[in-house]
């Protein structure tokens, strides 16, 4: 943990940030967490931000690369949060707990005036991940952005001309009202951003991103949800894509012309630029609120080289081949972990949820964040889940098992369904999805987010413990988490300290914490 860099130092990074506030960063890279106005909407707001920009910038880097990503908190809005963490969505993080980055569950958040160093590496992964503050609602706030890691072995790579941060689509929610001072449950956003650009019902006709395409070139859109509640019905008029990446595991190309993508969730499609010269509408509907695309609305702009700079005048059809989550089939390793009958893992638990108008609650119990994170209780010698905190919602689990985790739903049990729910450190194979009733155990979606559906619903997964520490196991709604829908999984934990050696900066964050006056959490 070290205090902020020297001024000149500082100044020298601002001013570079007005020519490079919108280029990829990474795998090395500071990144200053501040608060800023912005209007992605056209109306002004009161924001948290990376790098100054909404969304924040993209981190990319190559599979293998160690990461060492500098978090300095500058932060001085309190309603918003002065203190952060940064999760980094969907890497493993073995042997790294500690930069996972959840309050209280991986580490101690960092104080305003501080600054955190993330260093992790990357050896077995590529694909399409993203990041956001893991303390309380702050990513709803703005702290929130894409990263890539790419692979020069990309086994689909003969499918796609281009892939680049030209063809990285962010998908947002956005609030008019910080997260801390609305309702506790919005019932829908005032707009949606797409490349952090949008327009909200009644507001100004502010400016839409625009994605610019060739003709006859083919494009890798790596699509990311950084949705804090709405899942979003993505298409682009006149197109189809092609599937070949859920969640960063490449899948068998699976042909579609729109997707449901819910908060956390990542999807590459291939988009063939292969129709006339124009302007095609991209849309990205809410599944509350607006659904419609009035006056430019949910959407942004697929320009083709050549068009004119106008607006879109394509109209929507009605989608004949939507994604269907049992269709996607993984490239390589489908097979589902245990046996191919129910029942056949080491270790099988439901999960069954209730609300009390408030607080969600899992097997009886509402997370509430413990004031020693789960990882240094464990660090501290508590081994088994009587020992650790909060009690009721840290589960252990033995290590080199496999697991089967179901997540019933009924009309009553969870109000705002669906739920997308997010496992760290892991993905899992969806052996039962959202909408089916079947059981597949040979080729099942592999991914680390997945919707639990609707009534009637029991989406069921599937995963094997290798990567030793607490790892969170979350609706990823945010509204829905700051409400208690959470449970942590500590994962052998006699290996956890021995696979996990802790930084003296990760070490000094909590007596940092702990000596803030309550004003600057």
């Known amino acids: 943990m070290g205090k902020l860099q020297s001024l000149s130092t500082f100044i020298a990074l601002s001013l570079s940030l007005s020519h490079a506030a919108y280029g990829a960063v990474g795998p090395v890279a500071d990144l200053t967490i501040s608060n800023a106005d912005v209007s992605p909407d056209g109306i002004s707001r009161a924001a948290v931000l990376m790098n100054g920009v909404f969304p924040g910038p993209l981190i990319k880097g190559n599979k293998g690369d160690n990461f060492q990503l500098n978090v300095i908190d500058n932060l001085t809005n309190a309603t918003m ?11 493993f993080q073995h042997g790294t707990n500690w930069a996972d ?24 992964q590529a694909g399409t991940f993203w990041y956001h503050s893991h303390l309380s609602t702050q990513y709803c706030d703005g702290l929130r952005g894409p990263l890539v890691v790419y692979d020069s072995n990309d086994p689909h790579a003969s499918l796609y001309d281009v892939d680049d941060e030209s063809t990285v689509i962010t998908l947002a929610d ?16 005032d707009a949606v951003l797409i490349n952090g650009l949008g327009r909200s019902s009644g507001g100004p006709s502010s400016d839409l991103t625009v994605i610019s395409v060739e003709q006859g070139k083919r494009y890798r859109l790596r699509v990311v949800s950084i949705s804090c509640d709405p899942n979003f019905t993505f298409s682009i008029d006149g197109h189809g894509l092609t599937v070949i990446e859920v969640d960063s595991v490449s899948h068998q190309p699976l042909d579609i012309d729109s997707l449901q993508i819910f908060a956390g969730q990542r999807y590459s499609v291939i988009l063939n630029a292969n129709q006339s010269v124009d302007n095609y509408w991209i849309r990205a509907i809410p ?22 700079e106008i607006e879109p005048t394509t109209n929507a059809t ?15 390793n489908a097979a589902a972990p245990g046996q191919p009958v129910a029942g056949g893992v080491d270790f099988a638990m439901s999960l069954n949820f209730s609300f009390n108008g408030s607080n969600f609650f899992i097997n009886g119990d509402t997370f509430v964040p413990p004031t020693v994170p789960v990882l240094l209780q464990i660090l501290s010698g508590a081994q088994s889940a009587a020992d ?39 993905t899992f194979s969806v052996v039962r999805s959202a909408g089916s009733s079947t059981y597949n155990y040979e080729n099942p979606v592999q ?16 995963f094997t413990t290798d990567n030793p520490g607490p790892w969170f196991l979350h609706c990823h709604i945010d509204f829905h988490l700051e409400a208690g829908f959470a449970i942590v999984f500590a994962e052998d934990t006699t290996d956890t300290a021995s696979v996990n050696s802790v930084p003296t900066a990760w070490s000094d964050l909590c007596p940092i914490y702990n000596a803030l006056d309550p004003s600057d959490h």
């Open 388 to 426: 650790l905190l909060p009690g009721g919602s840290v589960y252990t689990l033995p290590s080199n098992a496999t697991i089967e985790i179901s997540f019933p739903v009924t009309a009553t049990n969870a109000p705002g369904a669906p739920h997308p729910f997010h496992l760290h450190g892991h």
């Open 174 to 189: 956005w609030y008019h009202t910080a997260a801390r001072l609305g309702p506790a449950f919005p019932l829908s956003a």
């Open 447 to 462: 991914r680390d987010v997945v919707s639990t559906g609707t009534a009637g619903d029991n989406v069921t997964i599937r």
């Open 81 to 91: 949060l002065k203190t952060t963490t940064i999760h980094w969505h969907g890497l």
């Open 287 to 308: 599944n509350t609120g607006d659904i419609t695309t009035d006056g430019g609305i949910n959407s942004a702009i697929l320009r083709y080289s050549g068009a004119p």
């Open 318 to 332: 009605t989608s004949t081949s939507p994604l269907v989550e049992t269709d996607l089939v993984p490239l390589t």
């Open 101 to 124: 980055g959840p309050a209280f569950v991986n580490q101690c958040p960092i104080a305003s005036g501080n600054s955190f160093l993330y260093d992790f590496t990357v050896p077995d």
